[in-house]
C-alpha cells in the first residue's frame, strides 16, 4: 500500500515528519474514511480507538505551489528531502500548484497500485479537511486516512512564523525533527529567519511595527521625568515612515534586530533648549529606545535612532556594556 501525503508543508515541519514517520513504522493509528462516514470515524480516532489498516511500504509528500509564510513550494521539498535521509520509503513528488490533484493525478496513473489519502487531524476543528476525500471520487483504488497527532507532535505554522519573527533560534528548533543534525538545522533556521521575515517585510509597514508605535503616556499618576508624557511615534508626521523604513533596511540586511524594540518619543522643551539635554537613549532592561524630537528635525532624529538601534543589537547579541565615566561627568560641569 502507498500512502499519497499532499499539502502545503510552508514549511515541513516536526509534526509532518511524525505522521510520515508512523505511517512508514505502522504505529500511526490511522483510519480508513469516505465522505458518508468521516465525522463518526473522526470522532472515534480522536477518542483513541485502532482502525484496521493495510501495511504501508512508501509514503509520497505532494508539497504544493505558491507561498505561504515565505517559504516557496521549492524550499518545502528541500526540507522533506532533507528528511527522506531519515525516512526510507518517503518519496518527494512536484504537488504542482494544488498538490490535491497532483496526488489524484498519480494515482489515476497508476491505477495497478492502491492508495491512501492521507489527511492529518489534530482536533475537531480539523474535520472540515477530511471532505477533500472528495477529490478522488473517481479513484476507486484510493481511500482516504485519517492520521491523528501525537501529543507534543502537533505544530501550528502560525506558530512557527512568530518564534522565527521573535528571533529565537532555540524556539525555532523546536519544531522541527531531534533527528536532524546540527548543519541541516542550521540550513533550515537561516531559510526561515530570510523568508519569514522577508515576507513579512511585503506586507504593510504599519503592520509590522503597530506594536512598537503604540506607546502613550505614563498612567501611574506620577510626574513624567523631562517634563511632559511620552507621545505616539505615529503621531509624529514622518517619523513612523523614516523609523520603518530604517528596520527594514535592517531587516534586508541581516542585522540581528528581532525581537524588535519598542520606540518612545518625547517632547520635552526645556531639555531641547539645553545644550547638553539629551537626543536618545536606550534601555537595554526593557528593549525600549526613547527619542527627545522637540527643536531637532526628523533627519536628525532618526539618526538618533539608528545609533540607539547599534546599542539593541549589541544588547541582543549579549556585547552592551554600560560604562560609568566621572571624568565625562566632571567635564560637563566645569563647562556648565
Known sequence: MIALYPGAFKPPHRGHFEVVKRLLKGNHG?????????????????????????????????PGGGERNGITKGEAMAIWQMYAKYLPGLEVMDGQKNPMFAAKDYAKANTEDKFYAITGVRDESDFPDLKRITTFKNTPHVEGLMVTSNVGDSVRASDLRKAALKGSLDDIIDFFPKEL?????????????????????????????E????TSDPQDGKAAPYGSGYKKVKEELGLQDYIGSLLEYMLDKKMNILPLPEIKIRHDEDNSKNFFGRTAYYDPNVKEIVLFVDGRHNKDIVRSFSHEMVHHIQNLEGRLKIYKLPILTKIVTYLK
Open 211 to 214: 506594536a512598537m508605535f503604540e
Open 30 to 62: 490511522g483510519h480508513v474514511y469516505s465522505i458518508d462516514n468521516y465525522q463518526d470515524v473522526g470522532t472515534k480516532a480522536l477518542s483513541g480507538k485502532e482502525g484496521k489498516v493495510d501495511k504501508i511500504n512508501k509514503v509520497i509528500v505532494f
Open 181 to 209: 543534525n546540527r548543519e541541516e538545522l542550521f540550513k533550515i533556521m537561516r531559510m526561515l529567519k530570510d523568508n519569514i521575515i522577508a515576507e513579512a517585510m511585503n506586507q504593510k509597514m504599519e503592520d509590522l511595527f
